[in-house]
């Protein structure tokens, strides 16, 4: 079944204490994504990769970091993560940057910084 | 920049009732449009897509209508089901390409549907 998948679902942490967030896609595909969701605020871009080792910063990429060493993987990691980061957030891939209107995401983590 | 704007929600309709959610964007170039639903405790989907002015995208009884003139993009169904209650967003990628690599989306809009 194609589908993107997200690791852990839920976690709650405390102030400072370093996370990874995994995201992992069978699909083949080159273009990935990553986005937090808040009340309000919508959906909004962290970080994309169009391909390995080629990622950029979207909307809101303070405090976050991410690699791309492989094809199907993109994990997020937070160093230092603070409550501002209570968030939900979503992985998301598609089979290129052309066609970034079609993804497809992941289930999506919530994560409560105390 | 890039911008799209929905209505406000929340929106709560009866079954059976028509739906439209409003949706406008600013962009550069000739950008393709979208809308995605996000079911309770799931990610989004994309549920329908226009590439070019005048398309109409259409999925499971939903429409929209690019509308170039009037920036718009506005969600249509005929006949609401209660399974028809989630988040609906709009959003937008420019088709200009250069450096904007992203899909923006709008805040999103609630709908509700009672039986």
């Known amino acids: 079944e194609a589908q993107v998948t997200q690791n852990p679902r839920y976690l709650i942490t405390v102030t400072g204490k370093k996370l990874t967030v995994t995201c992992s896609q069978n699909?083949?595909?080159?273009?990935m994504s990553w986005y937090r969701q808040d009340p309000g605020l919508g959906l909004r871009q962290i970080y994309y990769?169009?391909?390995?080792?080629?990622?950029d910063k979207g909307d809101v990429p303070e405090g976050y970091k991410v690699s791309r060493k492989e094809k199907r993987n993109f994990p997020l990691i937070l160093e230092s993560p603070s409550p501002n980061q209570t968030s939900l957030y979503f992985c998301?891939?598609?089979?290129?940057?052309?066609?970034?209107?079609?993804?497809?995401f992941g289930p999506g983590t919530r994560l409560t910084v105390t | 920049g890039n911008s799209v704007t929905q209505m406000e929600g929340p929106v709560t309709l009866s079954e059976e009732a028509f739906l439209t959610i409003n949706c406008t964007y600013t962009?550069?170039?000739?950008?393709?449009l979208f809308w995605y639903v996000q079911y309770p405790g799931e990610g989004l989907q994309l549920l329908l897509k226009?590439?070019?002015?005048?398309d109409k995208g259409s999925n499971k009884g939903f429409e929209a209508t690019y509308r170039k003139e009037t920036t718009s993009f506005h969600l249509e169904k005929g006949s609401v089901q209660v399974s028809d209650s989630a988040v609906y967003f709009c959003?937008?990628?420019?088709?200009?390409?250069?450096?904007?690599?992203?899909?923006?989306f709008g805040k999103g809009t609630l709908l509700t549907v009672n039986p």
């Open positions: 998301a891939s598609s089979l290129s940057f052309r066609e970034r209107g079609e993804q497809y």
């Open positions: 699909m083949n595909h080159e273009y």
């Open positions: 990769s169009m391909n390995v080792e080629v990622t």
């Open positions: 962009a550069t170039g000739y950008p393709s």
């Open positions: 226009a590439t070019k002015a005048d």
């Open positions: 959003a937008l990628s420019d088709g200009s390409g250069g450096s904007n690599y992203k899909l923006t």
